[in-house]
């Protein structure tokens, strides 16, 4: 569940902020003042947006934006001359803010987020060169003591892996632990 963290220097435009998100069903997890408290609060969450002003007490909002982890994503308020030098690819409104363009804006990264870590998660992990090598030399002592072709010995891992409820990695592992061992 992606969350909304609100860091803005005076504490009264941050509760305002988080008045108009929850007038609209969007709960905000914490009010911040200063980008260090932001940055504490982050890892404490799974993921989400955070609403910033681009002059904050200890650090500038580009500062702010590299240290987020990427699994936050930054709004900006900021004015229409600030806008213009914001780093390319960052979303931003201008002052004053309309209600609905806040919502609506928070909702369209909120959504955004939601997909791109879903599709990250689907994504099979990348092997490690180690974790490679033990898929390719089991693959060689099948393809060298049965007579496989690299396909076959590939498809045979993979079967293997499948019926046993093992990874491709650990099925090379046991393959290359029997054919050393026997």
């Known amino acids: 569940m992606s969350s909304i963290i609100v860091v803005l220097p005076k504490m009264e435009d941050a509760k305002q902020i988080r008045s108009i998100l929850s007038r ?70 201008t002052y004053p803010i309309k209600p609905h363009d806040l919502v609506s804006t928070v909702e369209m990264m909120l959504a955004q987020l ?25 693959k060689w002592v099948l393809m060298e003591r049965n007579h496989m072709s690299e396909e076959e010995a590939f498809r045979y891992i993979q079967k293997c892996s499948m019926d046993s409820g093992t990874n491709m990695v650990e099925t090379a592992q046991m393959i290359l632990l029997l054919i050393y061992e026997g």
């Open 24 to 93: 609209r069903g969007l709960d905000t997890a914490a009010l911040c003042t200063t980008a260090s408290g932001v940055l504490s609060k982050v890892h404490q969450l799974d993921s989400g947006v955070v609403i910033c002003s681009y002059r904050l007490p200890d650090m500038h909002y580009t500062q702010l934006a590299q240290y987020l982890p990427d699994y936050f994503e930054m709004l900006l308020l900021s004015s229409a001359a600030e806008v213009g030098n914001c780093p390319r690819g960052m979303i931003a409104l």
């Open 114 to 138: 939601e997909r791109r870590l879903k599709k990250k998660k689907t994504m099979p992990k990348k092997r490690t060169e180690q974790e490679q090598n033990y898929i390719n030399n089991a």
